[in-house]
C-alpha cells in the first residue's frame, strides 16, 4: 500500500495533497493580509456580500483559483471553474446561459472564474462585457501576467483589480506545518514530522509557490514512509525536490560573507564574480527582493554619478522582476549584477553625504542665507527676506554665480567628481564655476558671495 492508498484508508481523498490542504475558509488562507485581514478592502466585500467582477494577478501557487473558491462558498453563489488554456467560448456561453437560469429561478449569483484570462484575445474578452454588465455573472479572472498588457480597457473598467503577492518562505513554514500536523486532510495520521532545515529547505525551494512546496513535502514523506523512518530530513527534501541545499545561513556568518563579496565583486568591476556569487545566493534560497535593495544601494554608493544610469537600471530590475516572478526573474538580478560590475566607478556621492553629516554634527543648525529665504509677507520682506537674490534662469546658460551655503560652510565642498563616467565633465564643470565664483567674491557690490 502506497501513500496515496494509505491516505485514501484512513481518511483524506487520494486527490494531491496540495488540493486536499486548500484553505476552506478565510481565516485558513496564509499570505496576502494586505487583501484578507479584516477590514481590508475585499475582505469587507466578501463579508458584506458586494463582490464585484476582479481580476486576481499574481504569481503561480499564491492561491488565487483557492481565493475565488472561498468567495463562492462564503457568499452563496455558484461557482464555475475553467481555465482559458482549455475552454472555449462557446462552453463558456452555455455557463453563462445556465447562470441566467439560476438567477433567475433560484436567485443565486454565479461566480465564473477564469484562469489565465490573458490568455483570451480582446474580441473574447469582449464577450463577457454583457454579462458581466447585466450583473449575470460575477467574473473572476486569474493572471500571472500584467492586466494593464493583457485585457482590454472596457473590462478592466468593470473589474477591480487585485494583486495577490508572492509567498514568502516564512508563509510556506506555517503550511507544511499544518499539512504535516492535519489528520483529516494533511499527513498527520502518518505520524511525520520533519527537521527544521527540511521545512525551511523545501519553504526555500518552493520561491513562493504553495502548490509546488505541498506537492514536493508529499514526495518526501513518501520516501520517509518507504524507509520506516517518521521523520522527514533535509536529504529527503533533496531527495523528493531533486536539488541539493547549498550551505548558506541567512541569518548567519556565510550570509554576511557571501553578500560582502558580491558587494565587493561589484565595487572591484569584477562581472563574473559578481554573477557567481549572487547566483549562490540566490540558489541558496535567498529573498530575491534583499539583492534588489542591495544592489540599488551598490548603484549610489558605489557608482553614483559616474553613471547616473546604474539607478535607473536598479529601480527597472525591481520592476521587471515582480512581473516576471521566479524562476525566469533570476535573470533579472544577473544582469543587474554584471552591468552594475561593468559601470565606471565614483564613491564621490557617498563621501560627499558623509561630509554633510560631518559638518551638521560639527555646525548644528545653520540660518538659511537671507537671500534665499521665502519671503511671502511685507515683514519678512522688510526684515531682507529674498532681498538680492538672482534669479538663474534670467542669466547665460541659466547659472549664475551666487553662494546657496550657510556663511560658515562657503568654502566647503561636500562632492567633489570622480574622474570616470559621467563625472569626469560634470568635475571640469563644477571647477569652472568655483573659479568664476571666486573671481566674483572680490567685488565688493557682490554682497552675497
Not at 110 to 125: S, Y
Not at 248 to 266: F, M, P, Q, T, W
Request: proline share 5%.
Amino acid at each position: 500500500m502506497d501513500l496515496f492508498d494509505l491516505a485514501a484508508s484512513q481518511g483524506p481523498s487520494t486527490a494531491p495533497l496540495a488540493d486536499r490542504m486548500r484553505p476552506q475558509n478565510l481565516d485558513e488562507v496564509v499570505g496576502q493580509e494586505h487583501l484578507l485581514t479584516p477590514g481590508k478592502s475585499l475582505r469587507q466585500a466578501i463579508e458584506s456580500d458586494r463582490v464585484p467582477s476582479m481580476i486576481f494577478w499574481g504569481p503561480p501557487g499564491v492561491g488565487k483559483t483557492t481565493l475565488a473558491w472561498l468567495i463562492a462558498r462564503h457568499t452563496g453563489a455558484e461557482f464555475k471553474s475553467y481555465s482559458a488554456v482549455t475552454s472555449g467560448l462557446k462552453e463558456l456561453r452555455e455557463v453563462m446561459a445556465e447562470a441566467q437560469e439560476v438567477r433567475k429561478f433560484q436567485q443565486r449569483r454565479t461566480i465564473l472564474f477564469l484562469d489565465e484570462i490573458h490568455r483570451f484575445n480582446k474580441a473574447q474578452q469582449d464577450a463577457f462585457l454583457p454579462f458581466v454588465e447585466h450583473g449575470t455573472i460575477i467574473l473572476i479572472g486569474a493572471t500571472t501576467e500584467n492586466p494593464s498588457f493583457e485585457l482590454n480597457s472596457a473590462l478592466l473598467s468593470r473589474s477591480r483589480v487585485f494583486v495577490l503577492q508572492s509567498l514568502t518562505p516564512d508563509h510556506l513554514e506555517i503550511i507544511l506545518r499544518r499539512a504535516l500536523q492535519d489528520m483529516e486532510r494533511g499527513l498527520g495520521s502518518f505520524k511525520l514530522s520533519a527537521t527544521d532545515d527540511a521545512l525551511r529547505f523545501l519553504a526555500e525551494r518552493s520561491y513562493g509557490d504553495a502548490r509546488a512546496a505541498l506537492n514536493t513535502l508529499e514526495l518526501a514523506a513518501q520516501v520517509a514512509r518507504e524507509r520506516k523512518v517518521e521523520k522527514i530530513t533535509l536529504e529527503m527534501a533533496e531527495e523528493a525536490s531533486q536539488q541539493k541545499a547549498l550551505r548558506y545561513d541567512r541569518a548567519g556568518e556565510e550570509h554576511y560573507n557571501i553578500i560582502s563579496a558580491l558587494h565587493k565583486s561589484v565595487r572591484g568591476s569584477d562581472p563574473d564574480a559578481a554573477l557567481y556569487w549572487l547566483g549562490r545566493m540566490l540558489e541558496s534560497g535567498e529573498d530575491p527582493r534583499f539583492l534588489l535593495r542591495r544592489m540599488a544601494r551598490m548603484a549610489v554608493e558605489d557608482i553614483g554619478l559616474a553613471d547616473p544610469e546604474a539607478l535607473s537600471q536598479a529601480v527597472a530590475a525591481q520592476q521587471a522582476f515582480e512581473f516576471i516572478g521566479l524562476p525566469e526573474g533570476k535573470l533579472v538580478l544577473g544582469q543587474l549584477a554584471v552591468y552594475l560590475a561593468l559601470a565606471p566607478k565614483s564613491n564621490a556621492l557617498y563621501a560627499g553625504y558623509q561630509k554633510v553629516q560631518d559638518a551638521i554634527r560639527a555646525q548644528g543648525d545653520l540660518p538659511v542665507p537671507l537671500h534665499i529665504r521665502n519671503a511671502p509677507t511685507n515683514l519678512m520682506k522688510g526684515l531682507g527676506y529674498g532681498k538680492g537674490y538672482q534669479y538663474a534662469h534670467d542669466y547665460a546658460g541659466h547659472w549664475v554665480a551666487d553662494d546657496y551655503l550657510p556663511d560658515a560652510l562657503v568654502s566647503e565642498r561636500f562632492y567633489q567628481p570622480g574622474t570616470l563616467g559621467r563625472e569626469k565633465d560634470w568635475g571640469v564643470e563644477i571647477a569652472a564655476r568655483q573659479q568664476r565664483k571666486a573671481e566674483e567674491r572680490k567685488k565688493p557690490e557682490n554682497k552675497n558671495l
